[in-house]
């Protein structure tokens, strides 16, 4: 599998790509809806994530290309958050729709960033991980790998996209497997990737992948509680199977 692409598109690139081009024009690995779906939302930059909720530009102006102009407009993200209803309503190319849409989702990224700690999902079991997860990731054509960061509570911190292609040893590196959890100081995650047949059975290359993660975070002091395998409607806790954990422990 090749290794995981740069994380998105320099936002002047896109601008001055998307002035030019239409989104239905540009090559579908380069719009961001396709980018999201096959990347995640960490790996997009601001503009193309407010192209997203805009969903359409004008006959002269790309969404992608109002998305940069309205940052460059309110200077930056924390400017645009703080942009009343009819301010946006002002701006060129935006209807009543439009600016609902992007108060809309500017005030759950509020909500979300202001959720308690009691909020929080908790994990007690791999069934909380999978219940977790399942839904987004059991009906997905290709290899998604993803952790789940947990605090000292098993709390969910944060849901960190790794790869998207073939999960072996042979691709996964643990610097990126734990990259996200060294940055933001987590004591314990939960590696889960999902197989695209619908079974979850674990393949000798998924317990080499466990291994090595499991034996990394040993040297960094982060706890590999589980990998989970999902499948469709099913999964398997590879430590439940003592498939790759060579000790003791897990979620719980």
Not at 5 to 29: H, I, K
Not at 151 to 163: D, E, I, M, S
């Amino acid at each position: 599998m090749p290794r995981f692409p740069d994380r998105s598109l320099p936002v002047e690139t896109a601008r001055s790509q998307a002035t030019r081009t239409a989104l239905r024009d540009m090559p579908e690995s380069d719009r961001p809806r396709e980018r999201l779906r096959d990347y995640g939302p960490p790996q997009l930059a601001n503009a193309e994530l407010i192209a997203i909720l805009l969903r359409t530009g004008t006959a002269g102006e790309s969404a992608l290309a109002a998305a940069g102009r309205l940052l460059a407009r309110f200077n930056g993200l924390a400017g645009l958050g703080r942009v009343s209803y009819a301010e946006l309503c002002n701006e060129r190319g935006l209807s009543d729709a439009k600016a609902c849409q992007l108060l809309a989702g500017l005030e759950l990224g509020r909500r979300v960033a202001a959720l308690r700690p009691d909020d929080r999902s908790s994990i007690s079991s791999p069934a909380d991980i999978a219940a977790l997860l399942m839904p987004q990731m059991s009906g997905l054509e290709r290899e998604h790998l993803k952790v789940v960061l947990l605090n000292t509570k098993n709390q969910v911190l944060a849901v960190h996209p790794v790869y998207v292609g073939s999960v072996n040893a042979a691709v996964v590196r643990p610097a990126e497997v734990f990259a996200e959890a060294v940055r933001r100081v987590c004591p314990a995650l939960v590696v889960v990737h999902n197989h695209p047949s619908g079974d979850p059975a674990p393949s000798t290359e998924d317990v080499a992948t466990t291994r090595r993660l499991a034996e990394a975070g040993r040297i960094l002091d982060i706890d590999v509680l589980d990998h989970i395998v999902l499948g469709q409607g099913r999964f398997v806790s590879m430590r439940e199977r003592r498939l790759g954990f060579d000790w003791p422990g897990g979620i719980g």
